[in-house]
């Protein structure tokens, strides 16, 4: 599974790498400059050695990776790999603003996709997909959507990370998870259990922005948000979806009263520890990613737990079934050694069948491709099924790339915060506020 950083810490942390970024020196020829060599699969490529850059750490998840590009080495014989392991976004972008990019470059965020795009820090995939008769549609929309921008798609995805609904069967009591708010509503009041004074002892559900995975771009899909107008200007203020999700929420925080819900989410265990308190019966319904399905086998073993889709707005029934996705990406760097041959690795990693759902399988996150989704390789059971239809459904949603990379998400979450604690006093005249901070940063940052 994929442990991200919380939004506002990778804000921080690629901030200053991302501004002004130029693509350093190019000692190597670009990506489809130079014509496709002709031959069988094993010889069509000069003998080379690249080098891939990725985030996995833990001996498991580097163990898939090796195992996945082991396909790639039977193909290419002549091509050696090495893989570098626990690699950042901000090291991959000052590595290219040096001169010393790797060949492939893996990314477990997003956010910084039209950055890179825009500046050239990755090279422009679409001759070479072009060029090598590659049917896109093969991926979700969504997934297309956060690999590209303004034209450009500078990076495929790998795999990919879906949202949904997790539920204790034995605290829900033969009750079905909810399909729509009012019905999670009902379901959380229901749910919740409380000491004479008030104070909660179980959470039906946890309305909080600041609990977990409750971050805004996981749950606009709920009630179908807009994050951006046409002309690339925030939609946050404009959108009244928006607002029907923050009312819901704030009329279930001021239910279980803010000051009594802060304090029960601060005393319950950590998100990536074995205390969470899904595992222990102190919330009975959470949001959460399809990885948190390998977690509770490793950590609680013997839970009886379901999954769902998220609940979604009353008025909105066609959006039940879908919900947020975002994921890995992978591409290649201005400067690479050997651009051609890079992009046979890319290619391979997030085309091939038998690569994606050996990296699935390790990593129990979603396979990018309409084959691999349907692999009777893939190990699926009715739990992680339901993420897998998630991330197919014609409807589930991302973040669209922009050059703001992460700023929209982290200013709806302040606001969110503010909001939910009673701090705004009108939500119209707060959410122009998001509305003019995301686009004067967006005027900053060349957009």
């Not at 749910?191 to 922005?209: E, N, Y």
Request: with cysteine.
């Amino acid at each position: 599974m994929r442990r991200r950083l919380p939004i506002l810490a990778m804000a921080a942390l690629t901030a200053a790498a991302l501004t002004a970024c130029t693509a350093g020196k190019e000692s190597a020829p670009a990506l489809g400059s130079q014509p496709k060599p002709s031959g069988s699969a094993s010889t069509s490529l000069p003998a080379a050695s690249i080098e891939l850059w990725h985030g996995f750490t833990s001996p498991a998840e580097v163990k898939s990776f090796e195992d996945a590009v082991a396909g790639f080495r039977k193909k290419y014989p002549q091509i050696t790999v090495k893989l570098v392991k626990g690699v950042q976004d901000d090291q991959i972008t000052q590595a290219v603003r040096g001169g010393k990019a790797p060949d492939v470059a893996s990314s477990f965020t997003t956010d910084n996709v039209a950055q890179w795009c825009k500046s050239g820090t990755f090279q422009d995939l679409t001759p070479v997909i072009k060029q090598d008769g590659i049917d896109l549609s093969v991926i979700p929309e969504a997934s297309r959507a956060y690999t590209e921008f303004a034209g450009k798609r500078c990076v495929m995805p790998l795999l990919a990370d879906a949202y949904g609904l997790y539920y204790n069967k034995a605290l829900m009591k033969g009750a079905q998870p909810p399909k729509t708010l009012s019905e999670l509503t009902e379901l959380a009041k229901r749910l919740t259990v409380r000491d004479p004074d008030g104070t909660i002892k179980v959470a039906g559900f946890i309305p909080s922005s600041q609990y977990y995975e409750n971050g805004a771009s996981h749950l606009a899909p709920m009630v179908g948000a807009k994050w951006y107008n046409e002309d690339g200007t925030s939609a946050i203020g404009s959108d009244p979806a928006w607002k029907q999700f923050l009312r819901w929420q704030k009329d279930l925080v001021d239910w279980y009263g803010y000051d009594k819900l802060d304090k029960f989410r601060k005393g319950l265990g950590q998100e990536w520890s074995t205390d969470h308190p899904f595992y222990k019966g102190k919330v009975a319904m959470v949001l959460d990613g399809e990885w948190r399905n390998a977690m509770i086998a490793n950590e609680a073993k013997g839970l009886d737990y379901g999954t769902a889709p998220l609940p979604v707005a009353d008025d909105k029934p066609d959006l039940y079934g879908s919900g947020f996705t975002s994921g890995t990406v992978i591409g290649v760097p201005k400067g690479a050694k050997n651009p051609q041959v890079a992009w046979e690795l890319v290619k391979y990693l997030t085309t091939d069948t038998q690569a994606l759902v050996t990296l699935s399988n390790a990593v129990r996150n979603v396979p990018t491709t309409k084959a691999s989704l349907e692999s009777p390789e893939l190990k699926k059971d009715a739990n992680f099924q339901t993420f897998l239809d998630i991330f197919a459904h014609p409807k589930t949603s991302t973040v669209p790339s922009s050059v703001n990379s992460s700023f929209n998400q982290e200013a709806i979450q302040e606001f969110m915060h503010q909001w939910e604690k009673g701090s705004v006093a009108d939500l119209d005249a707060g959410l122009a506020g998001v509305d003019k901070r995301v686009d004067d940063k967006l005027k900053l940052s060349g957009g």
